[in-house]
């Protein structure tokens, strides 16, 4: 069963965040708390929404997605920032179906695009992806500033 996600499901999304980053390797890089996860789920303004896949009544996967939006289509689109389902509920068919609700979304709302990023490493992940129809934009290369190197150029503006 895929459902939005509630605020009773945030303890579960914020441990699920953590699992995605230590198999991504990043662990150390999580700054997510249950407080800041609720807040930009359920607070006065939203910045992110969130589905969670369930079986026998335990969530056991989620999508955290935001709007983007774009110029040359002049509509929004989703971007997916996570999508993770935990090993032992894997092969069935939660991922697909979180991707498939968001997808029906998107094109329910008139959306154009559905975007996310992968790991160039991630394997199992890249073939899912290719398996649903989803093409890699290796015309596009994806930027960050973020820490020190942003604090540091936000500070050129003074």
Known sequence: ???PATPDDVPAINQMVRDLAEYEK????????????KDALF?????????????????VGFALWFLSFSTWTGTHGIYLEDLYVQPGA????????????????????????????????????????????AEPC????????????LRSFADQSR
């Open 138 to 149: 290796d015309d596009w290369i994806r930027y960050r500033l973020s820490g020190e190197p």
């Open 90 to 133: 894997r092969g069935g068919g939660h991922g697909k179906a979180l991707m498939t609700e968001l997808a029906r979304i998107g094109v329910e709302r008139g959306y154009e695009r559905f975007e996310w990023s992968v790991l160039d490493w991630n394997r199992p992940t890249i073939d899912f992806y290719r398996s649903i129809g």
């Open 43 to 59: 607070g006065d303004s939203p910045a992110a929404f969130a589905h969670v896949a369930e079986s026998d009544g335990a969530v």
């Open 1 to 3: 069963m895929i459902r």
């Open 26 to 37: 990043s662990l150390h890089e999580v700054k997510l708390t249950e407080e800041r996860l």
